[in-house]
């Protein structure tokens, strides 16, 4: 656990610290080293990234089961990760989005695989796994409260491509503390659990690399010939993402290496895929129009103390570090007694909704966009969000593992991830409105409805607790 723990520290440190001024970078002017973005195509756009970045971790975890195995993915890719920031360090346009393209593809092979390494330190009945999770996740938001400070105080004080560099550094820490401590992970040169035989495996190789420079090819002649626009992307990346899971769970049910049983695990599991898209809609808004929200509206001084806006996605990362420990010890102590996991999960979802609900109320009496809100309402939101985040994905990872069919192991949490590429799929159209519509009818349109979305799970809950069994 601690192995993992500390490589999560380092990646989310660099994953959350550049992404705290991902957008900032985009809305900034070119004088000043940004891109000159409106504020709702540089949401878009933020968003379409963690599309992408979720988007990918599918083949994260196929390559995992069947190739390269859980230890190596996550090396491969927290390699890919670093590369990636380490070119974002350029200030130049051109590696700022080649960077993002190796951070997307690194991502998608370390987060599921990094999870399912976790999940396999617990037996499937032993209570303390959801606690394990919750501690897990305490871990890596130190990091993602350590990131923005960083490379908010670096890019508001230094260059971006500067705070672009401390999310490079952070993540060759990661990798260094992963090799390190590899002794202590159990399957580090183990094969794939079920990896393709050797001629399939060659085959499988090739057909990706040679899809690889298809895909490159294609993209970069569209691109020259005026069609492929960063506005068509984002398009093309929202039709991914809601193909994707379709056909992704269409292939588990149809899949003969999956049980009768397990098919019965994976129905209720489509519920908990739905809460988890609601929620991380209003979550990844951390980072594009909070974040946006509290540069332009908020104040941004306590106690005579000014900071950058960035710095904001700091307290996200800072509550959920306070009150995951809270969280596990007292799932801990209430054992056998404590809410199922759909109760948890549909708990979370609306503290997302009412953490957008409250923003409604200092936004409201304007007559227009330019006001300023005190540091507590977003202080308060964000406090909120994090709870909601705590609950919501200690479970939801928890659950996967344990409904995860045998023969889509690493592939059923790279399932759950596709969840977060839905919702910033959705996000980089809906983020568009941002600057069209009034911030009270933005943020309250949103809440509502993921408070209604997490209403509908907890009526759904006795259903979940029948046929997701083993889960508690």
């Known amino acids: 656990m601690v192995t993992l723990s500390g490589l999560e520290v380092w990646e989310r440190f660099s994953f959350l610290g550049m992404q705290a001024i991902l ?37 994260g975890g196929w390559l995992a089961d069947r190739i390269l195995g859980s230890y190596r993915a996550v090396l491969w890719g927290g390699v890919l990760i670093a590369a990636g920031h380490y070119l974002m360090a350029v200030p130049a346009a051109w590696s700022t989005w080649a960077g993002l393209g190796l951070i997307s593809a690194g991502t998608g092979l370390l987060k599921p695989n990094v999870s399912y390494m976790v999940g396999k330190l617990y037996r499937t009945r032993d209570e303390r796994r959801d606690a394990g999770f919750a501690l897990y996740y305490m871990a890596i938001n130190i990091g993602s409260f350590l990131g923005p400070l960083v490379t908010g105080w670096l890019g508001d004080h230094a260059s971006w491509h500067w705070g672009f560099s401390a999310a490079a550094f952070g993540m060759t820490l990661g990798l260094i503390q992963y090799v390190w401590g590899r002794r202590h992970l159990a399957g580090r040169d183990s094969a794939p659990e079920y990896a393709l035989a050797p001629g399939p495996m060659r085959r499988a190789v090739r057909w990706m690399v040679t899809g690889a420079v298809v895909v490159a090819v294609v993209a970069t002649a569209l691109s020259l010939a005026g069609w492929l626009t960063l506005g068509r992307f984002v398009d093309v990346l929202t039709v991914v993402s809601v193909a994707a899971p379709v056909a992704y769970f269409a292939v588990m049910f149809a899949s003969p290496r999956v049980t009768r049983e397990e098919r019965g695990r994976l ?9 988890s898209v609601v929620f991380n809609f209003i979550l990844f808004q951390a980072y594009s129009t909070m974040i946006l929200l509290a540069a332009s509206n908020a104040e941004s001084s306590i106690f005579g103390f000014d900071f950058p806006a960035s710095w904001y996605t700091s307290a996200l990362g800072a509550f959920e570090v306070a009150l995951a420990p809270l969280v596990a010890a007292v799932w801990v102590r209430m054992g056998r007694r404590q809410p199922h996991a759909s109760n948890k999960i549909a708990f979370g979802v609306v503290l997302g909704g009412l953490s957008f609900l409250l923003i409604v109320l200092p936004t409201s009496g304007h007559s227009g966009d330019h006001y300023t809100m005190a ?3 977003i202080v308060g939101s964000y406090i909120l969000l994090g709870l909601g985040d705590i609950l919501l994905e200690t479970s939801g990872l928890s659950a996967s593992t344990k409904l995860a069919p045998q023969a889509f192991a690493s592939q059923t949490m790279a399932l759950w991830f596709l969840s977060l590429a839905l919702a910033n799929g959705i996000q980089a159209q809906t983020v568009k409105l941002y600057d069209k519509v009034s911030h009270p009818a933005y943020f309250g349109v949103n809440g509502a409805v993921a408070v209604a979305a997490g209403l509908a799970v907890t009526a759904a809950a006795p259903w979940l607790r029948r046929t997701m069994h083993p889960v508690h």
């Not at 409106?38 to 988007?55: C, E, F, H, M, P």
């Open 267 to 275: 129905r209720p599991y489509i519920v908990l895929f739905a809460a």
């Open 23 to 59: 957008v900032l970078y985009f809305v900034d002017s070119v004088a000043h080293g940004g891109l000159g973005m409106a504020d709702g195509t540089a949401a878009s756009i933020s968003a379409a990234y963690g599309t992408l970045v979720y988007l990918v971790s599918v083949g």
């Open 375 to 377: 540091v507590w309402w």
